[in-house]
Structure formats: C-alpha cells, structure tokens
C-alpha cells in the first residue's frame, strides 16, 4: 500500500528535517575528500534496528525469568552516484544531489515506518526480575487501572492498553502504532508515575513483542511464570483486567481479544494437566513457607495473627485451616468480612480484633500474616522491638510473613534478633521443593499454549483484512441501491410494495453471491488452508480492481489522528 509522503508522523519529520542541512553539508565534506579517484560510488544508509526476543527455554523459564534480546537491522539503501570532477566543478549540484539522496532517505523511512502493523508489546517487571522496593513503587491499584489506560492511550504511539498489576508483576499490555516509539512513551510514563530514573526502569524490564507477547500472557495466565506453579489467583486476576476494562475506551479489540484468550488457555491447562496440584496460589505458598520454619510439632498450636481479611487473607485462613489450625486471630477495619469468613469455616476458631488492638494481637503471636492494601508500612523496628519473646517450642523467632505490596511490614526488622521477616520474594524457598515436577507439568500446559497462541495469531491476522471486506461490502451496496432505484424508476410509482421487495430481495441475493467468492478469499481464521500471505495478496488485489481508496496505510492515518488530537 502506498503512503503519502508527506506524512510519515511528527517525530520522523523532526528527525529527518531537523538535520537535514547538517547530513547534506557532511555529505558533500565527505564526496570533497575523495576527489582523488575519478569515479566512486558512494551509499547512505538508513539503518532501523528492531529489538526481538530470542525464545526463552522451558527450563530456564520455570527456573527463573531471564529473557534475552538480540538486535535485527534492517538496511534501507539508496546508492547516489557522483564523479569527483563534478563535485569540484559544481559544489552546488552534489549539495542538491545529497539533499536528493536524502529525500529518498525520508521517503524510504516513511514507507517503513508507516507500513509497519501494529504491534501487542508488553512492557513488564516481575518477581522474575526486579525487587519489590520498584514493584512497589510502581504498583497501579484496580481502581485506578481505567485511569492508567485512559493515560497510555493518549500517548502519540499507543492505540490500546491494559494494566496487569499484582503482589507479583507490574505489566502494561499495549497495542504500539510503532515498537520503538511506543515502548519508549510507555517506558518515559512509567518512570514518571512510579518516580524511578528511566536508567534504573530498563536495567530490570523486559519487552515482548507480538507472538512473544501473547505466548507470555497465555504463560502468566496458565500460572506457569508464577513463583508457585498453577496457581489460581493470577487467572483471577488476568479475569478481572477484562472486568476492568469492560467499556473502557482504550481497551480495545486487540488487547480484550488477548485477554479473553488468556482466560480461555488459563482454564483449559489446569482443566487438562495436574498443574494445580500442591501448592497453588501465593496464600500457599506463604502458609508452607512459614510452617516450614517452625516444629512440625507446633503446627497446629502456634498462635496465628492473620491481618487484613480482603482476598487474600482469606485464602491464608482457608490453607491455614487445611493445615491444621483450628484458632486463628484475624485483624480487619470491619467485623463484616471476618463474620464471613467465619460463618464459612464454622468448625475454626476465628476471633474479630480490631485494627486499633494490632500490636496487642502481635505479642500473643507466634505467626503473623500481613495482606492489607496499606501504603505505609503496619509494623516497623520500633513497634516489634518492645514485643514478648516467642517460646522455643515454636522457634524462638516471631515470623511475620508479608504477601502485600506495598509491603506492610517493614526490612528494618530484619535487624531485631527476635523476629524474621519474609516477603513475596522469599516464597521461592517453597517452590524449589517440586521443581522436577514444576517442568514435567509446564511441558504438558506449553504444548496447549502453542496451540492457542497459533488460534490467537489466526484471528488477528484475520483482522487485517477486515477494512478492506467493509470497503467492498460498501462499494457493493452503492452500486446495488443506485441500479435498484433506476429500475423501480422505470416500473413507475403504482408497483406495489410487495413487487418492490421482490425486487429488492433479489438485487441483495445476487450481490451477496458475487461477494461470497471475494469474501472467502479474504479469510484468514486458521479453518482453511490458505495462509495469511495469499490472504494479503487477494486483499491488495481487490484493492487495485475496485479502486477501494486503501493507499494511505490504516496505520497512518491512526497515528495522524492521534498527534492531530494531543496537538489540540
């Protein structure tokens, strides 16, 4: 499809333009030097390299997230002969030969530039990767995930967005006009919502790209890039981005399809492989790693503080419960979710406190869990230090085992001798214990994810053409009613209604048969064996033959309208 080379977006115009008197005098500087050979020939390069993402082994991946990015240039030449009799004779004409060159420089860029499709990119940081002191800062809560997509859409380059933030993983999911610009403005928006040097933020994000980047949410999705294998929360969670973005402008048909597909492959690997077996969730994980650090024999008589009764919290009481503990202290704002929890658990022992009695819950625990969605810090040096020592039969040591991020307890606790700290970073001690199982299972989920990320690439690609059968479809219908009304013109006024739509009808028949051939030649859904590229090329074909008005890219004309809307 041809472009209009006028347009080939702001920050290319700047690029090319602002410097387009510099590179042409260094160009001639350059020809003047080589006036000793009489005849040489001579290339400007345009060079655009795209970062890709070489494919993470299976092993690697379960074992720990250390994704790789190598570089592929893509050269853009454009050869300007010259003689060096000619440079010396008439500086003037090599200066406009250069400016010649690079107008075809330009010109070759905006091609490149604005044919290039859409592209899904995720912009993430995991546990895999970056420590909770940046995750934390970065945190989005639920309810301001609408605000943060209706920001990310209003950058130049991004078109759709989602936010996936979790005690695990802060991920933006977006649909980018362009790669490198549109990672580069979700990166610069990231860095000033968070307040984090741009340096720091890319020595410990990763960027995946198109079929990398539906592989990987279908992997979060499934629970295989969860510390603990399958768990169930984070297909919860990928479940409530879609239930957030319902009716979200910017949430839009790429990035809600996506999602949606990611629920569907999170039900069918845990429906299909034994990935839910052990430990499933981060609440879990939390209960195993804290009885893992006491007597086997005080398991069930240890004193149990859990504070904060959301989500979370209930499901610590849920495996706590299933452990073995019958009484369990639970500290909440409100009576009302712990009255619940214990209408539920009617054989456990569960006692309301409320938050003013905290510190006092603590000094009669030996166990304290901590899943509030508190900013600040619950329990720092000052306020643990003063606390009862814990008998021996449990330890010796008060364990407060923190799954929130924020973090609720504070790292200057680690300090006191009398208390151990763990966090959401420490739960890999309880995973390492089933790894040969955690790769046997991820190994059977892979091959269902291969096969829905094939579907899921079938039915974008399928999208590409969908401009293309509304233009023929318009097209179509112009002609149709324009003959229909001449023909009911020439049967006169007294036909009745019943004639008209006869005629009517049949005119619509036989359009919709003609389209029926064109439109099959348009399908790209993976239920035939017609590949996406015959698919373009039929699309190109009727472009051409019904003159369908598609030379300047759809790509272009988003990107038009996007700097038309933030320059107003």
Not at 56 to 70: E, G, M, Q, S, Y
Not at 163 to 178: D, F, G, K, P, Q
Not at 309 to 315: C, F, H, T
Request: with cysteine.
């Amino acid at each position: 499809m041809a472009v209009s080379s006028a347009f080939a977006g702001v920050k290319l115009e700047s690029i090319l333009l602002g410097n387009n008197a510099a590179a042409a005098a260094a160009t001639t500087s350059s020809w003047s030097s080589s006036s000793s050979s009489s005849s040489s020939t001579h290339q400007i390069r345009g060079i655009f390299c795209k970062p890709t993402r070489t494919r993470r082994a299976l092993i690697r991946r379960a074992d720990r997230f250390n994704p790789t990015t190598t570089i592929r240039c893509e050269v853009a030449a454009s050869n300007v002969q010259t003689t060096a009799e000619n440079i010396q004779s008439n500086t003037g004409s090599s200066f406009s030969s250069s400016l010649s060159a690079l107008e075809q420089l330009k010109t070759s860029a905006g091609d490149r530039y604005t044919k290039e499709r859409s592209s899904i990119v995720v912009i993430g940081l995991s546990i895999h990767t970056t420590p909770v002191e940046m995750r934390e800062k970065l945190a989005i809560p639920e309810a301001d995930w609408p605000r943060a997509i209706g920001e990310l859409c209003g950058l130049n380059h991004i078109e759709e967005a989602a936010v996936l933030s979790t005690c695990n993983r802060m991920e933006i999911y977006v649909v980018a006009l362009s790669q490198h610009r549109g990672v580069k403005e979700v990166t610069e928006w990231m860095s000033k919502t968070g307040g984090i040097p741009i340096s720091e933020l890319c020595q410990h994000r990763f960027l995946l790209y198109n079929k990398d980047a539906t592989q990987h949410i279908f992997e979060v999705s499934a629970g295989l890039d969860s510390l603990v294998l399958g768990e169930g929360q984070i297909l919860a969670q990928v479940k409530q981005v879609v239930k957030v973005g319902q009716g979200v402008v910017g949430f839009g048909r790429n990035i809600s399809g996506l999602f949606k597909h990611a629920i569907t492959v999170g039900k069918r690997v845990r429906t299909e492989t034994n990935i839910c077996s052990g430990a499933v969730s981060v609440s879990s994980a939390a209960v195993e790693l804290a009885l893992m650090k006491i007597p086997s024999s005080s398991h069930c008589t240890a004193g149990m503080l859990v504070i904060g009764a959301g989500k979370m919290g209930k499901l610590v009481i849920k495996h706590l419960v299933a452990k073995g503990c019958n009484k369990i202290v639970v500290v909440n704002r409100s009576e009302e979710r712990v009255a619940a929890i214990r209408e539920e658990m009617k054989d456990v022992d569960i006692i309301y406190k409320p938050l003013p009695e905290m510190l006092t819950c603590a000094a009669e625990a030996d166990i304290v869990f901590t899943s509030t969605a508190s900013d600040t810090p619950l329990f720092l040096k000052e306020h643990v230090m003063d606390l009862p020592p814990v008998s021996p039969d449990v330890g010796g040591l008060r364990l407060f085992v923190d799954i929130s991020v924020p973090r609720n307890v504070g790292s200057c606790i680690k300090e006191l001798k009398t208390s151990k700290v763990y966090n959401v970073d420490d739960l890999k001690e309880v995973v390492a214990a089933n790894k040969e199982d955690r790769l046997r299972k991820a190994m059977e989920a892979q091959a269902i994810i291969a096969e829905e990320s094939k579907l899921f690439e079938a039915w974008r690609d399928s999208l590409e053409t969908v401009p293309t059968i509304k233009k023929l479809r318009a097209y179509a219908e112009r002609i149709r009613v324009a003959e229909l009304d001449k023909c009911l013109s020439k049967m006169g006024d007294d036909i009745s209604k019943k004639t008209r739509r006869a005629v009517d009808d049949l005119s619509r028949g036989i359009v919709n048969k003609l389209l029926h051939g064109p439109m099959q030649h348009l399908r790209c859904d993976g239920s035939d064996s017609r590949t996406l590229s015959e698919t373009l090329e039929n699309m190109h074909a009727l472009n051409r033959m019904f003159s369908l008005e598609t030379e300047i890219s759809v790509l272009e004309q988003k990107i038009r309208a996007k700097v038309e809307q933030n320059q107003k």
